[in-house]
């Protein structure tokens, strides 16, 4: 039987021929119900299959190359072939390309008797795919496509790569080495020129092609040069910014052939979708076990090793225990810095990236740069400050989404679909960015997120900067740094902790209202931006209306929950904290108890150091006294 087939590309006639004759071959004589063992990749020799899903296998998974002798369908080692008897390996070695496309599309590996995508939808593989068709129909075709790719030879009798695997390879150098597109594409015209038997794409254009069907890609949208607005959504299609009236566009001059040049957004947003990123987390079958590692680690020392031991991760489980009941749902922290990418070419740009970073995983994968999430990056020249806002929709809705209705994820680990929730429970900054981030006013004496109103300002004289010296008052009364002079300021600091945003001075509750006011305000008294004067004037006259401030606040902001981005201006403060300012209050009642038995102990001991002292007044007058009269008797015996 001639077998040279085998070595076929997939999807040939003689291949399509060939796989056909092994059907018959391996169920001559066979009951019409009975399963045979697959030989595709999926199953590897260890799932029976019925002839038509073989057949189906078959058609979509190339034949193992290195079977020759069908020991496991009917053939005898006796039997002539015209191909080489070659020693028979039924061991299936794991492909990485395979197996990464399989991750890209949520493709089960050990679920071998499952149909993959779409594929009892019927695909010419040369067809080309209307935008009219079903996003099924298009995913089908695309996994077919890098599939085909993943086995297509790089040029004819090589082994070693194939034509996606070269181009995976080739592509991971550029991100690794920092390679502009440009000379990609002329490393891949000079191999092109050199080798025109290999199939090498001619440009990175070209290569981006093959390497955007895996999946992960970003949206651009484009921004009002001013930071005023996204152009997206109900304001896609809008020329002009809706708040300064600038242009979307660059300016457009004509080209030297007198053609109009295409028009350029003047500002750029990429922003990188969070759903598929994290669901891509549970698709991967290294990644899918980790991301439930806080629930299942059973090991408790009582020591900070991870966000999970947090006072603010167990209030948070208690608070939202739907959240808690999975495992698998996603605890989100966001990072922001600016910095120069010209480094020092340019002294006069400053760009934004926004990553997120999962928490679920262990300490010694969750900090590692390949665990980290970009969420988007903001274009510079000048850092957007409280502008920030308006970059950050995209990812306040996507978390709005997450929260409230999740979406559907196959996890790889468990064998099953589930919905996915998310929440931002923590952000990561210097001052600067608190201060972009949270709307604070982070360039006073005010600055201290937890002094606030009862810092005595301390500015250094030098660098006239603002220091806070305040730490010591969270210490144990008797704690020896408390009366400590030198090593600090030179005064003793005996004060209480400060109180929380929900108390002033006189011990009363702020309001809601009042804690938004008094967070998104400057130091001259003006908000920090057009949204937060927005919303506080919207909630004076709801509170005018209803006579009810919470009601008031409940109908501008809505109903407080987890998962809302504080950064949105769109809620003030976690409940947590109106729900127990009793508690600080009695713990601050307790504590002037003993501030004033103290103050009295020190009375007292000072109003007896101050007899010792009369009491030695007394005694060196009278050895005075005393040398005086002995001088005179010496005196008259002379």
């Not at 992960?216 to 300064?244: F, H, Q, S």
């Amino acid at each position: 039987m001639d077998k040279s087939w085998i070595m076929k590309p997939r999807g040939s006639d003689a291949y399509e021929l060939g796989v056909m004759e092994f059907i018959k071959f391996a169920f001559k004589d066979k009951p019409e119900n009975i399963e045979l063992i697959c030989p595709c990749k999926h199953c590897g020799f260890k799932k029976p299959q019925s002839m038509s899903v073989m057949s189906d296998h078959l058609s979509w998974s190339a034949f193992p190359k290195e079977y020759t002798i069908w020991l496991h369908h009917g053939e005898t080692v006796g039997k002539t072939s015209t191909t080489p008897n070659i020693s028979q390996d039924t061991i299936v070695v794991e492909d990485p390309i395979q197996n990464m496309i399989n991750d890209a599309f949520g493709i089960d590996r050990d679920k071998t008797n499952e149909v993959p995508i779409a594929l009892d939808v019927e695909i010419d593989r040369d067809e080309v795919v209307m935008p009219t068709e079903t996003q099924e129909r298009n995913e089908a075709k695309e996994f077919y496509e890098l599939t085909r790719e993943g086995e297509e030879p790089l040029y004819e009798g090589c082994t070693k790569y194939s034509r996606l695997s070269f181009l995976v390879k080739l592509y991971h150098i550029k991100c690794l080495c920092g390679m502009s597109d440009k000379s990609m594409t002329m490393i891949l015209e000079l191999l092109k020129d050199a080798f025109e038997f290999a199939k090498i794409p001619s440009s990175m254009y070209e290569a981006k092609k093959t390497i955007t069907k895996l999946g992960l890609n970003y949206v651009k949208i484009p921004a009002c040069p001013n930071n005023c607005m996204l152009y997206w959504g109900e304001d896609e299609e809008r020329e002009t910014c809706k708040k300064c009236n600038t242009s979307k566009w660059k300016s457009t001059a004509k080209a030297c052939d007198g053609n109009k040049r295409k028009k350029v957004p003047a500002k750029v947003l990429r922003y990188f979708p969070l759903k598929p990123r994290l669901q891509r987390l549970f698709l991967s079958s290294k990644t899918a076990e980790d991301m439930r590692w806080h629930a299942v680690d059973t090991k408790n020392d009582g020591m900070m090793r991870h966000p999970r031991d947090s006072k603010a991760w167990k209030q948070f489980d208690l608070t939202h225990p739907w959240f808690a009941s999975d495992p698998r749902n996603v605890r989100l922290a966001l990072a922001s810095d600016g910095f120069n990418p010209f480094g020092m070419m340019s002294t006069n740009y400053s760009i934004w990236p926004v990553m997120l970073i999962p928490y679920n995983t262990p300490p010694w994968v969750c900090m590692k740069s390949t665990s980290f999430i970009m969420s988007m990056i903001i274009p510079g020249k000048k850092m957007p400050g409280n502008d920030i806002d308006v970059y950050l929709q995209p990812l306040v809705k996507e978390l709005k989404e997450l929260w409230t209705t999740g979406v559907v994820t196959h996890d790889s680990f468990k064998k099953e679909r589930f919905t996915l929730h998310a929440t931002l429970m923590w952000t990561i900054s210097d001052f600067p960015g608190l201060g972009a981030l949270s709307g604070w006013n982070t360039y006073t004496g005010l600055a201290c997120p937890s002094c606030n109103m009862d810092f005595t300002p301390f500015r250094l004289n030098k660098s006239k900067k603002w220091c806070f010296m305040g730490h010591r008052r969270f210490l144990d009364r008797g704690h020896k740094f408390r009366l400590n002079k030198v090593r600090f300021d030179g005064q003793q600091d005996m004060r209480s902790p400060p109180k929380t945003l929900s108390e002033k001075r006189d011990g009363r509750k702020y309001s809601r209202g009042e804690m938004f006011a008094v967070s998104h305000k400057k130091s001259d008294g003006s908000f920090v931006n057009d949204e937060a004067k927005k919303k506080n004037d919207q909630l004076q006259a709801e509170i005018a209306k209803t006579h009810s401030e919470n009601e008031a606040f409940v109908n501008v902001f809505g109903k407080e929950h987890g998962g809302f981005a504080r950064s949105m201006g769109l809620g003030v403060t976690p409940s947590q904290l109106t729900t127990t300012c009793s508690a600080r209050l009695t713990s601050s009642s307790e504590d002037n108890e003993k501030m004033k038995k103290m103050q009295a102990e020190i009375d007292s001991l000072t109003e007896k150091a101050s007899q010792v002292d009369i009491l030695k007044e007394q005694v060196a007058f009278l050895m005075q006294m005393h040398n005086s009269k002995d001088n005179q008797r010496e005196m008259f015996t002379d």
